[in-house]
């Protein structure tokens, strides 16, 4: 059984939690969402899997 998860949808996830736990965090939290997916499509997710 192969098992790939990409790292845009997890993150998302996690966001969306700890922003509804804590709205004071959602400028820092979508700051690091867009520089992590920025630094993906930069470099590319082929060789993230897990």
């Known amino acids: 059984m192969n098992l790939s998860?990409?790292?845009?949808?997890?993150?998302s996830l996690?966001?969306?939690i700890l922003i509804?736990?804590?709205?004071?965090?959602?400028n820092y939290i979508?700051?690091?969402y867009l520089i992590l997916i920025g630094l993906v499509g930069l470099f590319g997710s082929g060789h993230m899997r897990l």
């Open 5 to 11: 998860l990409s790292i845009g949808p997890i993150a």
């Open 14 to 16: 996690i966001a969306g």
């Open 20 to 26: 509804l736990l804590i709205p004071r965090l959602l």
């Open 30 to 32: 979508v700051a690091i």
